[in-house]
């Protein structure tokens, strides 16, 4: 499954876990999807993944 966009292509990004101490380990960051249901232009619905700054941005924009 993968953690990406359909419109915009976010993916997940690579930083650290930075404790008290200053000590570093790898984590990363994943963008927040969520599934839409989108109906095409044939009628036929289908569901996508969308970041959820897009989601705020189409329905901003629809």
């Known amino acids: 499954m993968s953690r990406r966009c359909a419109i915009s292509g976010k993916g997940p990004m690579a930083g650290n876990n ?16 969520r599934t839409l249901r989108v109906t095409l232009e044939d009628g036929t619905s289908r569901k996508i993944k969308i970041s959820a700054k ?3 941005t189409l329905k901003k924009n629809s």
């Open 18 to 33: 930075v404790s008290h101490a200053k000590n570093r380990t790898k984590r990363r960051f994943l963008p927040n999807l």
């Open 54 to 56: 897009e989601l705020r």
